[in-house]
């Protein structure tokens, strides 16, 4: 059964700072690693995408890398801006019945 | 190009009684997903559709149901009503199962009386 642990479930830090998140998953057969922003009330946001042949994806100041091996994801931010105060996610896809399972989020806070 | 629409925003309801939501997903799309969203144990997995057909389903009771149009739109039921049952509940969709992308919609917000 696959599981999915997001580290740390909170995160405050200053404007500018480079931060990273972290995703693990029990099961390394999976499709694909989708991380996603949540902002209150709202639907999710894809930011990236990872398949699982591919070790990482960056998209601006995002920059996404996936391990399957280790079961680990980090997602990257850099130069963080208060706009960037949401709750990220990261979704597993596995192969076994292509369900995808979420992890619980970490809930970011960027201070100006 | 649109997003995924998810009708309605808000609904509120009493206990025993049953709700519908829609999901019309992004054009050219055939896959949907459903997902219900709680404070307590976050985003889980309803179930998918593709072609019509559901292809996989989550570890929730008969009373929670659904199914896909030709269109690809997609309706979820949810039959006598339980105060548990209030959530947020997202429909995703993608061009197909397995590797692809999925994109949300922003929800239907379900408060149960």
């Known amino acids: 059964k696959q599981e999915v642990t997001q580290i740390p479930a909170a995160l405050s830090v200053p404007e500018g700072e480079n931060l990273v998140l972290n995703c693990s998953f029990t099961d390394s057969a999976i499709y694909n690693l989708q991380w996603f922003r949540q902002d209150p009330g709202k639907g999710l946001t894809s930011l990236l995408l990872?398949?699982?042949?591919?070790r990482e994806q960056t998209s601006g100041r995002l920059n996404a890398s996936l391990d399957k091996s280790s079961g680990r994801s980090t997602l990257y931010i850099a130069a963080s801006q208060p706009g960037d105060s949401a709750t990220y996610l990261c979704?597993?896809?596995?192969?076994?019945?292509?369900?995808?399972?979420f992890g619980a989020g970490t809930r970011l806070f960027v201070k100006a | 190009k649109a997003g995924v629409t998810q009708t309605p925003r808000y609904l509120i309801k009493t206990r025993g009684q049953q709700v519908t939501l829609s999901c019309s997903p992004i054009?050219?799309?055939?896959?949907v997903s459903w997902y219900q969203q709680t404070p307590g144990q976050g985003l889980q997995f309803l179930f998918e559709y593709f072609s019509e057909t559901q292809r996989n389903k989550g570890n929730f009771p008969g009373r929670f149901s659904g199914r896909q149009f030709s269109n690809s739109r997609s309706e979820m039921n949810v039959s006598t009503l339980e105060l548990g049952d209030s959530a947020l509940y997202l429909c995703a969709s993608s061009f197909g199962p397995g590797n692809q992308p999925q994109h949300f919609g922003d929800g239907t917000r379900l408060s149960i009386l």
């Open positions: 054009s050219g799309h055939r896959s």
């Open positions: 990872i398949q699982s042949s591919q």
């Open positions: 979704a597993v896809r596995s192969t076994g019945g292509f369900k995808t399972i």
